[in-house]
């Protein structure tokens, strides 16, 4: 299924999409990790961004 960019907000904002770089670089930019930290915490975690942002010690 593709990421209808043109839908913004809701669900949207509390997931994180390894597929679109652009994901990618803004939520690690976020997070204050890298690209592969980012990529690591998910793949623990799953793609919930408050799940991710607890695995990565974020307050």
């Known amino acids: ?6 839908k913004t907000g809701g669900q949207d904002r509390d997931r994180i ?3 679109e770089d652009y ?3 803004d939520w690690a930019a976020k997070f204050g990790v890298t690209e592969d930290a ?13 799940d991710v942002r607890k ?3 974020g307050q």
């Open 17 to 19: 999409s390894l597929s």
């Open 38 to 50: 980012l990529r690591r915490a998910v793949e623990r975690v799953g793609d919930r961004a408050e």
């Open 1 to 6: 299924m593709s990421d209808d960019k043109s």
């Open 55 to 57: 695995e990565l010690g």
């Open 23 to 25: 994901e990618v670089r």
